[in-house]
């Protein structure tokens, strides 16, 4: 019972992110059509979620298995920038396209999900593959002069 309780909870807060990230998306994307986001080279909702990002003083943004490829660590406490992620449509959603479609009504199927996506800036993240200098006790065990 209580693992249902922590699933809801996780749940909302996703749900709440994504609405707050929705809010951000529109607000930029109003403010681009007002002419305040000229200088973007990347004119999407997600060049300007990067864009907002910069501004912040969050650059270099990646996921954490990418900064984890890369020999870095997310700092503790920090917290994921987010953007929305490459479009999902279930199986059950391609079959209900599939029936507007045939129907006629090819409009009304254009329903894309985008996840969330989560990223950390280069400020948010460590180094862990740091060099330290060999003890005298490895060179003892090593074979080489």
């Known amino acids: 019972m209580?693992?249902?309780r922590d699933e809801k909870k996780e749940r909302e807060a996703r749900l709440l992110k994504r609405q707050q990230l929705k809010i951000l998306s529109q607000s930029l994307?109003?403010?681009?059509?007002?002419?305040e986001y000229m200088g973007n080279e990347d004119?999407?909702?997600?060049g300007l979620l990067?864009?907002?990002y910069a501004c912040k003083g969050y650059t270099n943004l990646?996921?954490?298995k990418e900064w984890?490829?890369?020999?870095?660590?997310?700092?503790?406490?920090?917290?994921a920038l987010l953007i929305w992620g490459m479009p999902i449509t279930s199986k059950a959603e391609k079959q209900r396209i599939e029936e507007l479609k045939k129907q006629g009504r090819e409009e009304e199927a254009k329903e894309d999900f985008f996840p969330l996506c989560y990223l950390f800036a280069e400020s948010q993240v460590h180094n862990c593959l740091l060099y330290t200098s060999p003890s005298?006790?490895?060179s003892e065990r090593s074979r080489m002069p």
């Open 2 to 4: 209580k693992k249902e």
């Open 29 to 35: 994307v109003a403010r681009r059509n007002l002419g």
């Open 43 to 46: 004119d999407t909702v997600n």
């Open 50 to 52: 990067r864009f907002y």
């Open 62 to 64: 990646k996921t954490f």
């Open 68 to 79: 984890k490829e890369a020999g870095y660590t997310v700092r503790k406490g920090e917290k």
């Open 136 to 138: 005298p006790r490895d």
